[in-house]
């Protein structure tokens, strides 16, 4: 059973920066995906970013240009950099790892991230 364990997260002023990690309990490969999603109150679970096989990167449209998702599959770390924090950027960020050779999914346990003045 891989487990994801997230750190991070808190409460910001807009405009400001945040950076979520998550601590992934098995090693990862570049074919392994990973990736953010988060959830704001009263709506569905949406993309934040995601990394993929070779390095590529996808981002939610309200996210382009102010979030970065890396990894380091030495530490077996995932981490997601926010900056310009926005309100709307509130929610709770979800961790995931994806294992294409065996079909499988796994979820780090939520963190709260609060934009506000």
């Known amino acids: 059973q891989v487990q994801l364990v997230q750190s991070g997260g808190g409460l910001v002023q807009p405009g400001g920066s945040l950076r979520l990690s998550c601590a992934v309990s098995?090693?990862?490969?570049?074919?392994?995906?990973t990736a953010w999603y988060r959830q704001a109150p009263g709506k569905q679970r949406e993309l934040v970013a995601r990394?993929?096989?070779?390095?590529?990167?996808n981002y939610g449209d309200s996210v382009k240009g102010r979030f970065t998702i890396s990894r380091d599959n030495a530490e077996n770390m995932v981490y997601l950099q926010m900056n310009s924090l926005k309100p709307e950027d509130t929610g709770v960020y979800y961790c995931?790892?994806?294992?294409?050779?065996?079909?499988?999914?796994?979820w780090g346990q939520g963190t709260q991230v609060t934009v506000s003045s």
């Open positions: 098995t090693s990862m490969f570049n074919v392994d995906i």
């Open positions: 995931m790892f994806h294992r294409p050779a065996v079909g499988l999914s796994y």
């Open positions: 990394l993929t096989d070779g390095g590529r990167t």
